[in-house]
């Protein structure tokens, strides 16, 4: 790539986990001639990890445009934090991955697969009635690209799945088979057979799913993949409790990792995993992060900008 005489002051700084592969994928890339730098008072882009940028943001005068190597940006849009620059996430790479957790863990509890492991242990033979997940009702929290990838794919295996988001308007060429607005959410949950939260942290989500929200659901199972502070622990311990939940599987918390001491942990309602639900791959993460540069040096719409108001 060649860029313009009024960009050559670009220069990209990369805090990641991964930024040795994000090195070397810019190397082999379209954006080789991009420069990098440590110093921090020089960089106009950043790739990062958000949790791993957000106590440095003072540091960067010349900041220009943050790309986002994750989905969830809330450690950047905390009131406290500067929001004088262009702000972009990835989006559209997680639904598979969300769709084979979700599934999964989904048909592994109605048929009872853990169940049988145990029992091959004890050399036991015995049979459990299953049952099937066709017309089962999901009702999936967020219908943007992983509600609406979940939707397809469970779909596809005879659920009959149900959005709620903020206007209650069903997304063209999608398979929801009809939405609920947020207001409406007890009227949704009062349907489910599985709810899947894939909601962004904002002011309008958080602790959302709550008692008062839970106690219109009946043996239902809860997945949380989106932002763990939508979810209210005391409220879901108190839904467990009363069988308004069934089985939670929580992949993402409000603090990670959670304590030792947290009733997660030897609950047996509850299944946590260490939020791998969906792995940013850089591979996936930089052919956004590389069409966007070219989109920015060309001064042209980023894709997946945020907006700081809304917080996604």
Known sequence: MTFPPQQQPALLYIKSNQAEVYRQLLQQSSLKTLPITDDKTQATII?????????QLHEFPKLSWVQSTFTGIDALTEPSLRKDYQLTNVKGIFGQLISEYVLGYSLSYFRHFQQYQQQQQQ????????QS???????????????????QTASALGFLVIGVNRSGI?????????????????????????????????????????????SHCRDALLFNVGRGDVIDDEGLLVALEHHWVAHAFLDVFAVEPIAATHPYWQHPKVTVTPHIAATSFPEQVFEIFEQNVQRWMNQQPLLNEVNFERGY
């Open 47 to 55: 790739l990062a990890d958000p949790p791993l940028l957000a106590t």
């Open 123 to 130: 050399a036991l033979w015995q049979p459990h009635a299953y």
């Open 133 to 151: 997940v066709a017309n089962k009702k999901m009702i999936i929290l967020g219908t943007g690209s992983i509600g609406a990838k979940l939707a």
């Open 170 to 214: 069903t997304p063209k060429e999608s398979t929801f088979e009809q939405c609920y607005s947020i207001d409406e959410l007890d009227s949704a949950l009062s349907q489910a057979d599985i709810i899947v939260n894939t909601l962004p942290s904002t002011q309008r989500t958080r602790k959302l799913i709550n008692q008062s929200h839970l």
